[in-house]
């Protein structure tokens, strides 16, 4: 099992950074494949990148390539969300999560654990 707390949200200004990080419980972080989620007030909580168990490989939606990385530290079990060029959009609460699998989801339904989230807002 695998508990996740998330930090670093905050409040930014439109074209400003945060940093989002993400602590994991458990020996076995680096078995698992990781994941940042968002959901917007009154939306559904939609997809925003995952890192695979080593690192080597990274997957990002479409509306956050090139803003947005992500990268994880195995030995301190922590996934990082490096959150450039932000926008009003980019609003909402941010998850960590978990996913024991290999292939790359995009669906919140196949990862196995979440965190609480850390509340990011960009204002115009």
């Known amino acids: 099992q695998v508990q996740l707390v998330e930090s670093g949200g905050g409040l930014v200004q439109a074209g400003g950074s945060l940093r989002l990080s993400c602590a994991a419980s458990g020996r076995t972080f680096s078995s698992y494949s990781m994941g940042w989620f968002r959901q917007a007030p009154g939306k559904e909580r939609e997809f925003v990148a995952r890192?695979?168990?080593?690192?080597?490989?990274?997957y990002y939606a479409n509306s956050v390539k090139g803003r947005f990385t992500i990268f994880r530290d195995n030995a301190a079990n922590t996934v990082t969300l490096q959150m450039n060029s932000l926008k009003p959009e980019d609003t909402g609460v941010y998850y960590c999560?978990?996913?024991?699998?290999?292939?790359?989801?995009?669906?919140?339904?196949?990862?196995?654990?979440w965190g609480q989230g850390t509340r990011v807002t960009v204002s115009s």
């Open positions: 999560a978990a996913d024991n699998g290999i292939v790359v989801h995009t669906s919140s339904s196949a990862y196995d654990y």
């Open positions: 890192i695979s168990r080593s690192g080597s490989g990274t």
